[in-house]
């Protein structure tokens, strides 16, 4: 299995304001012209093409839980040019000769590492014990496909319940766009699609969009105690001036890791676990307002509850602001 990383992302990518954050929703993306990689690059006939993947898979790269690695879900899967496309809307033949580019010695933007392949534990389908079976795939470059068959084609292979997802899909659906995805429908529900419904009251015949059948695959792998923390916070019955959990199921998936951290903090604080709070009480800031028309407009009318729960996301929401 190959890992994909940007070369050099703490030294060209981090600044201190982003040092400070915890979600990213910007990059310091650096400009030298003058560089031999930018030179090289854009002496190619796609050189701005590539340049512009490249800057897609540099932001994509700053949501990794290890920032500048190409990984997805909390397992810190590798990302091959097939999941990439998936997430970037890019075809994955673009994608396939763009690494390549970005990976030799003459741009040097991207790193390629060789991990060892893990035995896939997981198991088709879905109980209360462990999460189903993931998305689970190699990626040797294109050059090594390109020799073992000749044809360059992906010999990759997916687990069973990756296979389901993509197999209720509907004909064109990587090349849909945001907004038809939100309106398509998939073909048929999987049981995992079935049981992150019930978390919103979803009756099980209320097929899934397509938006929110590509934001599952984003995020999977998912670790099983991570999925359990989640589940039993999403199911658990909350005063509602302490309920800031996300209001439709696309949200959620979209926003996975921040919530599962939640879901755990919750859980810790439940049984008697030390959760850090702050000492001195803040003065709600005066655009405090615009950040919750931006981020959850529903808490409009409880602003003074909502800002004692997300000061530290509206400490994000700001940097970004003034960067």
């Known amino acids: 299995m190959i890992k994909y990383r940007i070369s050099n992302w703490e030294e060209t990518f981090e600044v201190s304001q982003s040092k400070r954050c915890e979600v990213m929703k910007w990059i310091a993306l650096p400009y030298n012209p003058s560089s031999y990689g930018f030179c090289a690059l854009m002496e190619r006939p796609d050189g701005p093409e590539v340049y512009g993947i490249f800057c897609m898979l540099a932001l994509e790269a700053s949501q990794s839980r290890t920032r500048g690695e190409l990984t997805r879900g909390s397992r810190e899967t590798p990302h091959d040019a097939r999941t990439l496309s998936v997430k970037l809307r890019v075809k994955e033949a673009k994608l396939k000769a763009a690494i390549q580019v970005l990976s030799s010695e003459e741009v040097g933007w991207i790193e390629a590492e060789v991990i060892p392949e893990e035995e896939d534990q997981s198991l088709p389908g879905f109980d209360s014990e462990r999460t189903p079976s993931r998305l689970d795939t190699s990626a040797p470059t294109v050059q090594d496909r390109t020799e073992q068959d000749g044809t360059g084609q992906d010999e990759t292979e997916q687990d ?18 945001q907004e038809k995805a939100k309106k398509a429908r998939v073909k048929s529900n999987t049981p995992l699609m079935v049981e992150l419904g019930s978390l919103f009251n979803r009756m099980e015949s209320t097929k899934w969009t397509v938006a929110e059948a590509m ?3 984003e995020i999977l792998p998912i670790e099983p105690e991570e999925y359990r ?42 049984t008697g676990g030390v959760v850090k709070k702050e000492k001195v009480e803040r003065p709600m800031p005066e655009d405090f307002e ?9 808490l ?6 909502a800002w004692r729960h997300m000061k530290k996301e509206y400490d994000e929401w700001k940097e970004a602001q003034d960067a």
Do not use: H
């Not at 389901?164 to 766009?177: I, R, T």
């Not at 989640?230 to 979209?254: G, H, P, Q, S, W």
């Not at 615009?290 to 529903?298: E, G, K, T, V, W």
């Open 215 to 217: 934001a599952l695959l």
């Open 160 to 177: 069973p319940t990756s296979k389901e997802v993509e197999g209720v899909m509907p004909a064109g659906w990587k090349s849909m766009s």
């Open 300 to 305: 409009l009318d409880r602003k003074d509850e």
């Open 290 to 298: 615009a950040f919750l028309d931006y981020s959850n407009p529903s």
């Open 229 to 270: 923390a989640v589940r039993t916070y999403y199911r658990a019955t909350i005063d509602k001036r302490e309920d800031f959990r996300r209001r439709d199921l696309l949200t959620l998936l979209n926003n996975w890791l921040g919530e599962a951290d939640r879901a755990s903090r919750r859980a810790n604080t439940a």
